[in-house]
């Protein structure tokens, strides 16, 4: 079972592990307490089998998060710097963008800074009609440093990740919808409903083809790799897997796959 800690509540819910950011008093900002918890939260769920999908929020109605913590780094030197980057890189940014389980982000109210990034990191993002979504950083005399100058062009394009960054802007529910920032927009109201509903979908398939597709898709993004040489790896072993054993069987014998991600 997935443990609740101090800035980190946890639900499971079908095979869906509900994961809110509780600092609602700080509007769920990313402190360096918050980081490490939601670290440890992320390996606990990666090994546990019977969860297939992650839902990643924040508390209350005003932010899902608002930002980093600035006043743990106000003054951080040069190189200390780089080091709250590097392990914020390592711990979750990246940790979540190549996480073996497919997680969405339910933005509800403000995401900016780290807590935009954070978002972009996820593999999906639901936002509700009061999403407000931008990367400030630039008027602290920063850029953003947890993957933002990098997801952001990915997500909306090079023109419109400069436009962001450089004015610092934000932009609303439909803007972000519009320009591919976000998968769905819903009311507050509805927002974990659509959320749930999106995991439900995924937790019938097979866990171990998204993963597979989670490693190939991110693979086309890394200029290390050949994406399309990963992609014919990748799916020629998929067919030494019990779950396309089943899921082959189950379509030839008109029933429903019973898949155990093995």
């Not at 339910?106 to 972009?120: K, Q, T």
Request: charged share 20%; with cysteine; proline share 2%.
């Amino acid at each position: 079972m997935v443990a609740t800690s101090e800035c980190i509540s946890c639900e499971v819910k079908n095979g869906v592990l509900l994961i809110t950011i509780n600092r609602p008093d700080k509007l769920n900002a990313l402190n360096k307490q918050t980081i490490e918890e939601l670290h440890e939260t992320l390996v606990e769920a990666e090994n546990q089998n019977d969860i297939r999908a992650v839902i990643l929020t924040g508390a209350g109605q005003k932010a899902f998060v608002a930002g980093a913590d600035i006043a743990e780094f106000s003054n951080f030197s040069v190189e200390q710097g780089k080091q709250l980057s590097a392990i914020g890189h390592f711990k979750i940014f990246n940790f979540i963008e190549n996480f073996s389980k497919p997680i969405v982000a339910a933005v509800n109210g403000f995401a900016l800074g780290g807590g935009l990034e954070l978002a972009m990191a996820c593999h999906l993002r639901v936002v509700s009609d009061n999403a407000k979504m931008g990367l400030p950083e630039v008027s602290l005399g920063l850029i953003p440093g947890y993957g933002g100058t990098q997801r952001l062009a990915q997500l909306v394009g090079k023109g419109k990740a400069f436009e962001m960054v450089v004015t610092a802007d934000m932009i609303n529910a439909q803007d972000a919808y519009k320009w591919g920032l976000a998968n769905y927009v819903t009311t507050q109201e509805e927002l974990l409903n659509k959320c749930f509903e999106i995991t439900t979908k995924i937790s019938s398939k097979s866990p171990t083809a998204i993963k597979t597709a989670i490693k190939v898709i991110n693979a086309g993004y890394n200029n290390n790799l050949n994406g399309f040489e990963v992609e014919i790896e990748e799916f020629g072993k998929l067919f030494g897997s019990k779950d396309f054993r089943e899921g082959v069987d189950a379509f030839l014998e008109k029933r429903k796959a019973a898949f155990t991600g093995e």
